[in-house]
Structures are given as C-alpha cells and as structure tokens.
C-alpha cells in the first residue's frame, strides 16, 4: 500500500494494489474508489484532503511489521 500526497492539487491517493484501476464511483463529494476489472478495490482517491484529513500524522498499527508513527 502507498499513501501519495499531491500539493499542488491537495488530494491524497491510496494506492492499495499495483493492479490497474478500470472503474472509478465518486462515493462522496470528492471521495472516489478505484476498482479493477474484478471489481476489488485498488485504489482511493480524496480531494482536498488536507480539510477532510488530518495529515501530520500516520500511525500504522496491528500490521504485520513494528508499530510506526510518522509526522509531517
């Protein structure tokens, strides 16, 4: 998975699978699912995301690798 943020634009894209995207539903204002031809989730996309999230902090937390806290 990779979190890619783009400033210039301020939306943040959730990159969950290296599969490409072939459907796209806007879910909410601005939040738009990305899916593969099978229909699995491969990606989210969120506009301005610096009024919807808060991004100076990532925590990572129960995965398989140590506990982890970025910030901005």
């Given at each position: 998975?990779?979190?890619?943020?783009?400033?210039?634009?301020?939306?943040?894209?959730?990159?969950?699978?290296?599969k490409p995207?072939?459907?796209s539903q806007?879910?909410?204002?601005?939040?738009?699912?990305?899916?593969?031809?099978?229909?699995?989730?491969?990606?989210?996309?969120?506009?301005?995301?610096?009024?919807?999230?808060?991004?100076?902090e990532l925590?990572?937390?129960?995965?398989?690798?140590?506990?982890?806290?970025?910030?901005?």
């Amino acid at each position: 998975m990779r979190l890619n943020y783009y400033p210039d634009t301020d939306s943040l894209y959730i990159d969950l699978s290296s599969k490409p995207s072939t459907e796209s539903q806007e879910v909410s204002e601005g939040i738009v699912l990305d899916y593969d031809a099978d229909r699995n989730l491969v990606g989210i996309d969120i506009d301005n995301a610096s009024k919807k999230l808060e991004l100076r902090e990532l925590s990572l937390s129960k995965l398989p690798i140590e506990f982890q806290t970025i910030a901005a």
